[in-house]
């Protein structure tokens, strides 16, 4: 219903931006979608990759141990991202409310 705005993928704030009726609900709801399934990419990957590991012990790779420890860094950066958009999106959904309310004297 409204107009869409995107930055860059590869800024470092990347959001979508709608303007009009119901903006504060629509805001921010693409990016959400986008870290939610990463962060479910994540999370399979490791699971994946710690089931293999559990599973041979003594055989358990320094490639292994690199890939877990990327895993963990990189959920850990998309959750961190992912928790700064929400409340920038919960921040920006107060701002209109209270914007849009008429002036106290």
């Not at 990759?49 to 055989?59: C, D, F, G, S, T």
């Not at 990189?74 to 701002?95: C, D, G, I, P």
Request: proline residues 5%.
């Amino acid at each position: 219903m409204g107009l869409h705005k995107r930055q860059p993928v590869g800024s470092r704030r990347v959001r979508q931006r709608t303007i009009g009726k119901d903006a504060a609900m629509d805001e921010g709801h693409a990016p959400m979608a986008g870290y939610t399934a990463l962060i479910e990419q994540l999370c399979a990957k490791r699971s994946t990759l710690v089931r293999a590991m559990a599973a041979n012990p003594e055989q358990i790779t320094d490639k292994q141990i690199r890939d877990l420890a990327w895993l963990q860094a990189a959920f850990a950066a998309v959750e961190a991202e992912h928790q700064r958009t929400e409340r920038e999106t919960l921040r920006e959904e107060v701002q209109q409310r209270t914007g849009a309310l008429p002036s106290l004297p």
